[in-house]
Every structure is written in structure tokens, then in C-alpha cells.
């Protein structure tokens, strides 16, 4: 098992510093995983209060009170299947060789779409050099998959860790892009990587390593992802890697945007994306108005609202301000597609823009991922791009006068 410290640009043999990890997991045997569970209950202070409440029927106010201790028992659960998962696989000790390598299968599951847009040069890299590519993602994910040429086959890997006709597979290696996020990351790759037949196994900064050959280590937690994907394309031979990402829109919803906008040729389309995946990024109803009140003053400027219809429902439409009528993420990427500039809380939306190649400004809000920084570890990364730092970690903190200065530099450069 090899580690190799990435992110420094060291004098040394294709720069990069590589180092031994100490050989050998501490694992515990199965026999002991009971006592260990009872154990770290005691540690825990024994049965949570609302197994307690539940035993007596009198719950009470239990799911306010004991959320943070419900928590640890689920941590222990996550424990002890990564125990049980470690204590029944091999460790991995023959060295990653290449030469020996025809088939690929990447892990990507258990993410949103703008983590699997991010990765999509992975693939395109691969396929290039002569790979056969598989992917491994939810079905929600699938999709985006559907007219990306550089990808063989389509792995859906549903709860649980259940893949259909699993034992019919085989890779000579598994890349694993995101067990290091979490707890619950970890076991579902896990399951995955000691379910799936294969010869190599490497990962970016994995938490476990008995069942890794190679673990790529970031030597700073403030690097984009694309930075750990090209040292990770390097490790295994392929360098100066095209890490632009690939977005391929269905010409139907490219023909019906089209003839949506078609009133409005004269005009430019300002894409806005308000609403992310939680409250923590996303804008409140009144900076939402405020920065469309501020648009309207501009009087050939028409904005598009996209989203999740149900977070959009309340938006009300007014003069030159309509809400997509496209409910798919594909309707509203080719919104994007045809819009002069994209404003946005979201990052899938954020890296479309950067597929697309479009004017943004984005607000990031200071989330950690993984232990890395998520205002650089999933940054716009592109020229056209401006990112604001929303303060205090939240959207709803952000100055839409900030905003909107940024708007007015590329309003009034057009």
C-alpha cells in the first residue's frame, strides 16, 4: 500500500514526493465486534434516551433532545460495518502495475450532479488513452451519461450498495473519488470495492487503506478537485491531462429553449439560480427580490428564474422576469445554454456554467467537505467566472449590492 502526497511541486522524479505507509490496518476480529458495539455504548453513556423512552412508551420530547446521541449510535453502526467489511477483505499488496490495466471503473455515487460534471474529464482522459471506461453512480445521476461517448458502460449503484448482476463483473481497476467525504460515504464505497471483482484499487485520500494499492494525499486541503484528479491521472501514467469538463444536451430541450427565447433575440438572458440544496447556500426571499429589482432596472435585460419547481413556486414572475417552464435539469441547462450570463447559489449550476462556457457570478458559502474547504475544493474555475464568498458561511449573508456590482461590470461591458 502506497501513499502519494500530491499538491507540491517538488525536484524530484516527475514531481511527485511519495512516501511508505505504515504496513498493516489495526483491525478488529468479528468475534469481538459485539463486545465493541457494547463497549462504545457504555462510552456513549450507554442507551440512548429515546431507545429508552421508546422501551417505556413515553417518548416526550426525544427527537429534539437526543438527536446529537442518536447520532453516535449511528456512527458506532458505521463503525463496526466498516469493521466487518475490513476484517473479511484482503489487503492489498501487489504493487499497481499499469501495463496490466485495460478495464476502469470509477466511483461516483453518493454525489450531486455538479460532482459528477466536475469528474467528466476524467473519463474523456482515459478513453483517450486507449481505456475501457465504466462508471458507477446513483440513478439519479445516470442520466447524464446518456450521449457521453467516452463512457462504456453505466453502473447504478442503488441503496445499500446493491448493484444488479454485481457477481458478472470484473475491473482491472477501481478509482474511488469520494469515500474520504464521511462515515456513510466510506461504508458505501466499501460495500462496493469488497463487493465488485478487481485487481487494482486506488483512492484520493481514503480512510481506509488495507483495501486501497495506491491512496493519492493532497499535501493542502485548499485545492480544487480537478488538481487532485490530475495527480491522480499522473500516478497512473497519463499527464497534462484535459481536465475541461463535458456536458452533452438532448437537442429536444436545445430546440424547445431555443423557441422559448426566440421573442427575446434582442435581449440579454440573465440565468438565475437562487435556491441550492439546502437553506445554508441558498438566498432568502428578500435577497431574491432585491437582486431582481435591481436587474429590471436594466431595460433589455430579461431574467430566467431555474430551480426545483417546488422552491421557484413562490418567485413571482413580473415584467421581464419568468420562471423556466422546463422542469428538467436538462431544460434548465439549456436555458443556460442560451443565456448571455448565469447567476448562482448552486454548484451544479456552477459547473454547468463552466461546461457551457458562460459569464457567471456565484456565492459560495464556506461548507466543509471532507475536511477540505468547499470555496476552493469545488471553485468555478474558469476565466468567465466571478466567486463571492457569502460571510459568517451563509448565503443569506451576502450584500446583494456585492452581487449586483458584478452584474453591472458585465451588463455594462456588453
Known amino acids: 500500500m502506497r501513499a502519494v502526497l500530491i499538491g507540491q511541486k517538488l525536484k524530484k522524479a516527475g514531481g511527485i514526493q511519495q512516501r511508505v505507509l505504515p504496513k498493516g490496518d489495526v483491525l478488529f476480529p468479528v468475534k469481538v465486534i459485539n463486545f465493541t458495539l457494547w463497549a462504545v455504548m457504555l462510552q456513549c453513556g450507554g442507551e440512548s434516551q429515546s431507545i429508552r423512552d421508546v422501551k417505556a412508551g413515553t417518548t416526550g420530547n426525544w427527537e429534539i433532545m437526543n438527536r446529537p446521541q442518536d447520532k453516535k449510535i449511528k456512527n458506532i453502526k458505521f463503525k463496526i460495518k466498516e469493521m ?3 476484517t473479511l477483505s484482503k489487503a492489498k499488496k501487489e504493487p499497481l502495475d499499469m501495463k496490466n490495466v485495460k478495464s476502469i471503473g470509477v466511483l461516483l455515487f453518493n454525489v450531486g450532479l455538479g460532482d459528477v460534471i466536475v469528474a467528466t474529464g476524467i473519463f474523456r482522459e482515459l478513453k483517450k488513452h486507449g481505456y475501457q471506461v465504466s462508471v458507477f453512480v446513483d440513478a439519479k445521476s445516470a ?3 446518456e450521449r457521453n461517448m467516452n463512457v ?19 475491473f482491472d481497476l477501481l478509482i474511488d473519488l469520494y469515500s474520504r467525504v ?5 461504508i458505501r464505497y466499501l460495500s462496493v470495492i469488497t463487493k465488485i471483482k478487481h485487481r487494482y484499487c486506488i483512492g484520493f485520500d481514503v480512510k481506509n487503506t488495507k483495501v486501497y494499492n495506491d491512496n493519492i494525499i493532497p499535501a493542502s486541503k485548499e485545492i480544487h478537485l480537478t488538481d487532485a484528479y490530475a495527480s491522480l491521472l499522473n500516478h497512473i501514467g497519463i499527464h497534462d491531462a484535459d481536465l475541461s469538463y463535458d456536458i452533452y444536451l438532448p437537442e429536444e430541450e436545445k430546440t424547445q429553449a431555443k423557441g422559448f427565447l426566440a421573442p427575446y433575440a434582442h435581449n440579454r438572458i440573465v440565468a438565475f439560480n437562487p435556491y441550492a440544496s439546502n437553506d445554508t447556500r441558498s438566498f432568502t426571499s428578500q435577497q431574491i427580490d432585491e437582486l431582481l429589482r435591481l436587474l429590471q432596472k436594466n431595460d433589455d435585460v430579461i431574467v430566467i428564474i431555474i430551480g426545483e419547481k417546488n422552491k421557484i413556486a413562490d418567485i413571482e414572475e413580473r415584467e421581464r422576469v419568468i420562471k423556466n417552464p422546463f422542469e428538467s435539469f436538462w431544460g ?3 436555458m443556460v445554454a442560451y443565456s448571455d450570463m448565469v447567476i448562482s447559489v448552486e454548484t451544479s449550476i456552477v459547473h454547468l456554467a463552466n461546461a457551457l462556457d458562460k459569464e457567471l457570478v456565484s456565492v459560495y458559502s464556506s461548507e466543509k467537505f471532507g475536511g477540505y474547504e468547499s470555496n476552493f475544493l469545488f471553485a468555478p474555475h474558469y476565466d468567465k467566472a466571478v466567486q463571492l464568498i457569502a460571510p459568517n458561511g451563509a448565503a443569506r449573508n451576502m450584500n446583494i449590492d456585492v452581487v449586483f456590482s458584478y452584474v453591472k461590470i458585465f451588463l455594462n461591458s456588453k
Not at 155 to 169: Q, T
Not at 182 to 186: I, L, S, T
Open 84 to 86: 466487518l467489511f475490513l
Open 332 to 334: 434548465a441547462a439549456a
Open 143 to 145: 442520466f447524464l451519461f
Open 152 to 170: 462504456e458502460n453505466v453502473i447504478v449503484v442503488k441503496r445499500k450498495g446493491i448493484i444488479d448482476n454485481y457477481k458478472e463483473l470484473y
Open 182 to 186: 464521511d462515515e456513510h460515504f466510506n
